[in-house]
């Protein structure tokens, strides 16, 4: 494990059903971030919270809905998803702002098929 | 607009040799340049970084160089190792926001 836990490891759901993505750090990070990475295609940018506040939404549909309760968790709610919403969805965690002296810590992953 | 690219897409090589991955980049003004590996249905791991006023950087078997001037970057795998095979990722961050611009990858396969 890097330091970066996301639960669940594998998820299968219907187009109709609610589900939730979880991930923890407890690296001392402050900031967090969600990725999708879909086959064959560079990973995108999802939501970035900094000190539990979003900075970042890259025009992301409002099926999906993040949520930062502190610092150590990132939450992504998911409803009414697509078939294309079928992804490999990771995520991270920096201090600061990325790259200044550090990079990114990444999760394992959530693989999410929506049938 | 920032475009990453990285060639090959897949590389196959013997246990043992030396080799050499590509990253090039359209903007030249960047804030820096990390590598990462992952493995099948895993997360990324952070190989290095490279600042925008460094030349290079080594971890072990491992050294990323940075060419601003002329968007490149490499990374050069010394006596590679079955263990090596993973897709590489390069990523540029171009300013002091959130935002990476990612390559696709490059799929190394290491033959024993």
């Known amino acids: 494990e890097t330091g970066v836990t996301q639960t669940p490891r594998h998820l299968v759901m219907g187009m109709t059903n609610k589900k939730s993505l979880k991930c923890e750090q407890h690296l001392g990070h402050n900031a967090m971030y969600w990725y999708k990475q879909s086959a064959k295609k560079p990973l995108e940018l999802m939501f970035v919270y900094s000190l539990e506040e979003r900075v970042e939404n890259n025009s992301v549909p409002s099926r999906f809905s993040p949520e930062c309760p502190n610092s150590s968790h990132l939450f992504l709610h998911l409803h009414t998803l697509q078939p294309e919403d079928s992804a490999l969805y990771l995520c991270?965690?920096?201090?600061?702002?990325?790259?200044?002296?550090?990079?990114?810590?990444f999760g394992s992953g959530t693989r999410l098929t929506v049938v | 607009k920032q475009e990453v690219t990285q060639i090959p897409a897949a590389l196959s090589v013997p246990e043992g040799e030396n080799l050499v991955l590509n990253c090039s980049f359209t903007d030249s003004a960047i804030y820096n340049l990390q590598w990462f590996r992952q493995d099948p249905g895993k997360g990324l791991t952070s190989l290095l970084l490279?600042?925008?006023s460094q030349r290079e950087q080594t971890s072990g078997r491992l050294n990323a160089s940075l060419d601003k001037s002329s968007g490149r970057s490499t990374l050069y795998i010394a006596a590679s190792q079955p263990g090596d095979s993973a897709t590489y990722l390069c990523?540029?961050?171009?300013?002091?926001?959130?935002?990476?611009?990612w390559g696709a990858g490059t799929k190394l396969i290491i033959k024993p």
């Open positions: 990523a540029v961050k171009k300013d002091s926001n959130y935002q990476l611009i």
């Open positions: 490279i600042q925008s």
């Open positions: 991270a965690s920096s201090q600061g702002d990325v790259g200044r002296r550090h990079g990114y810590t």
